[in-house]
T-cell receptor, first 116, second 112 residues
Framework: EAGVVQSPRYKIIEKKQPVAFWCNPISGHNTLYWYLQNLGQGPELLIRYENEEAVDDSQLPKDRFSAERLKGVDSTLKIQPAELGDSAVYLC??????????????FGPGTRLTVL | GNSVTQMEGPVTLSEEAFLTINCTYT??????LFWYVQYPGEGLQLLLK?????DKGSNKGFEATYRKETTSFHLEKGSVQVSDSAVYFCALARPSYGKLTFGQGTILTVHP
């Protein structure tokens, strides 16, 4: 069974440029998460989807970040414009059940963003 | 709010040494507790979990027991190997709210 796929693995951009990250969850997983991991810290949730509905986006900086999960499968996270402080690893995870359960979350390898 | 505190790292051990990584938590209700591991160049992987008080999670020789009275979930292994070198994250999730809250991570390096 394929795991969570993310692309690109690495991205270097200049500040004020836009950037997008893509995630393909494990087949059949209803819930999809985007986490932000700063260097030396644990991941922090940005947004959580249940099928195509964003059920928790309270930690997403909506002035510059946006996300979508069309058809309840793949998801895209976008930053526009990027700032220096956005340099981090962006992790995608998925789980089989609804977000109300404590199913195991399966993580992708992440996208390491560097903003110059 | 919910929070997880892990012991400060990095931790450096010789092969076959005993490992303990401390983890304490603050949460409302009865969370589930997890240990995730991140090997160099790879994504986070679930190492073990426990969903109620006094449960013991175990995997690959690692163990952790859910202690409600001390709000702790310490990770232990009796004899570490070089291949255990990684970053270890303690995390919790409330039953009605699947979001994971992570600790800051502990870097473990095991020397031959």
């Amino acid at each position: 069974e394929a795991g969570v796929v993310q692309s690109p693995r690495y991205k270097i951009i200049e500040k004020k440029q836009p950037v997008a990250f893509w995630c393909n969850p494990i087949s059949g997983h209803n819930t999809l998460y985007w986490y932000l991991q700063n260097l030396g810290q644990g991941p922090e949730l940005l947004i959580r989807y249940e099928n195509e509905e964003a059920v928790d986006d309270s930690q997403l900086p909506k002035d510059r970040f946006s996300a979508e999960r069309l058809k309840g499968v793949d998801s895209t996270l976008k930053i526009q414009p990027a700032e220096l402080g956005d340099s981090a690893v962006y992790l995608c995870a998925s789980s089989p059940g609804t977000s109300g359960s404590t199913d195991t979350q399966y993580f992708g390898p992440g996208t390491r963003l560097t903003v110059l | 709010g919910n929070s997880v505190t892990q012991m400060e790292g990095p931790v450096t051990l010789s092969e076959e040494a005993f490992l303990t990584i401390n983890c304490t938590y603050t949460a409302t209700g009865y969370p589930s507790l997890f240990w995730y591991v991140q090997y160099p160049g790879e994504g986070l992987q679930l190492l073990l979990k426990a969903t109620k008080a006094d449960d013991k999670g175990s995997n690959k020789g690692f163990e952790a027991t859910y202690r409600k009275e001390t709000t702790s979930f310490h990770l232990e292994k009796g004899s570490v190997q070089v291949s255990d070198s990684a970053v270890y994250f303690c995390a919790l999730a409330r039953p009605s709210y699947g979001k994971l809250t992570f600790g800051q991570g502990t870097i473990l390096t095991v020397h031959p």
